[in-house]
């Protein structure tokens, strides 16, 4: 309680012009919003420019804000906003340019960097994967309650919904990403199992 | 004390949801460590019946500590992002962008936008600057023997790598060279426009990223690094 009051005072100070409780918000939002942008974003869209985007626009329409209370609420749609419409860009100005100086998939490339780290933990990103493909109103509660910082109740005030229904929609998230595995699972040894049939069997066609 | 109190709200729909939602729920509250005295109560007879919830609450355990590990990872890059330090006049830097963007497209723009912010010159100035000792920044060698003024361009451009090489300043040219312009002359041969990359390095104390606000000005984006130690290679 203590902390939504600090909260909104921080935020009318914001309102009212006043850049140091601009900055503080924004240090105190930008993990969540990142969270949320990553929900919401194309894969290929740069989690970086979109935060940069909306830290801008942060800055430039602040001031219409009319309800401190409703903080939370406004940055998430903007944030949403945003990652929505990168998914109508298609050019990445930064695959082109690094296509245009033939770094692109080379050796010791970011790529290779990316493919290095990816090995190392495949089990983990394969369920982050997998959580991020689950559908838009179960996966942002289940990806902000990973955030440490993010009390069901934040995540009710950011969404704009009961905290009840929050709940729910953790929990049934969670069994979805559950069964979704489970599934991914039996899938793979299915293939699997066929690989091998095939190969006992001279690998004919 | 909230938390608290939407357990006691939630625990009069728990006994109606449907027998999935309820172990749903349960588990999440175990996990998040909301789970009220009588969660555990229920959670426990429901275990004595059907014993395999213990699985399903490891599998969910540890799915949500494997998406909590890589969503920390993937939103590290947050903490690097700050609030925009103010709008720049961008005017120069429009007339810049327009200029080479006929020329060589996005990679001669990158690289004279990195000039215009570094304020220096990337490629020597007409006649030398003064005393025509100087390259890109570089103190001439002599290679050769040959002074900058009386070298073929080749030779000049070699004397700059391996000046610059020295100098820790160029690392090296990339092997490819982008066409930008093929025709051909009144007297039979082919006039061959090309771009040479060569790459660069500066140590600078600031480092921004210019990006564009919704009205179109430039906003110069403080970018933050954590230092690297030694030891993070």
């Known amino acids: ?38 929900a919401y974003k194309p894969r290929e869209a740069d989690l970086e420019d979109l935060l940069q985007q909306i830290a801008m626009q942060l800055c430039r329409k602040i001031s219409t804000l009319d309800d401190p209370r409703a903080f939370r609420g406004w940055l998430r749609t903007m944030a949403i906003n945003l990652a929505r419409a990168e998914g109508r860009k298609t050019t990445r100005r930064k695959r082109s340019m690094l296509r245009l100086v033939g770094m692109r998939g080379g050796a010791g490339s970011p790529d290779e960097r990316v493919d290095e780290l990816a090995q190392a933990s495949e089990e983990s990103r394969r369920i982050y994967h997998a959580a991020r493909s689950l559908p838009a109103g179960y996966r942002e509660p289940v990806l902000l309650r990973c955030l440490q910082s993010m009390s069901y109740e934040q995540i009710s005030d950011a969404m704009g919904l009961p905290v009840t229904t929050i709940e729910t929609r953790i929990a049934r998230g969670r069994r979805m990403l559950r069964e979704m595995l489970a599934q991914q699972k039996k899938h793979e040894e299915s293939q699997h199992r066929a690989v091998l049939q095939g190969s006992a069997t001279g690998g004919a066609p | 004390m909230s938390a608290e109190n939407t357990n006691q709200n939630h625990d009069d729909l728990l006994d109606e949801l449907l027998p999935d939602s309820a172990r749903d729920l349960l588990i999440s509250r175990v996990i998040d460590g909301r789970a009220s005295t009588s969660d555990w109560d229920r959670f426990r007879a429901l275990a004595s019946r059907e014993p395999e919830i213990w699985c399903e609450l490891a599998e969910t355990q540890e799915q949500h500590e494997a998406v909590r590990c890589e969503l ?50 990337m490629l020597p100035a007409q006649g030398g600057s003064g005393n025509g000792t100087q390259t890109a920044g570089l103190p001439v060698g002599g290679l050769g023997g040959i002074g900058l003024t009386e070298a073929e361009p080749e030779q000049a451009f070699e004397q700059y790598m391996s000046a610059g090489q020295k100098a820790g300043r160029v690392i090296a040219e990339m092997p490819e060279q982008v066409v ?54």
Do not use: C
């Not at chain 2, 006039?191 to 390095?201: G, K, N």
């Open chain 1, 1 to 38: 309680m203590d902390d939504q009051r600090i909260n909104e005072g921080v935020v009318s100070a914001a309102i009212k012009g006043d850049r140091e409780a601009l900055s503080l918000l924004w240090d105190d939002s930008r993990r969540w919003v990142a969270a949320i942008v990553l």
């Open chain 2, 72 to 121: 920390a990872g993937a939103i590290a890059a947050a903490d690097q992002i700050d609030l925009p330090v103010g709008p720049i006049d961008d005017t120069h830097t429009r007339e810049r962008l327009g200029m080479v963007g006929k020329w060589g497209g996005w990679a001669l723009a990158a690289a004279l936008l990195l000039a215009w912010s570094l304020g220096y010159p």
């Open chain 2, 180 to 233: 930008v312009e093929t025709r051909p002359m009144p007297d039979g041969s082919i006039e061959v426009m090309y771009l040479r990359q060569v790459i660069e390095r500066r140590v600078i104390d600031q480092a921004y990223r210019q990006v564009r606000d919704d009205a179109g000005n430039t906003i110069a984006v403080p970018v933050r690094f954590e230092p690297r130690t030694n030891n993070a290679y």
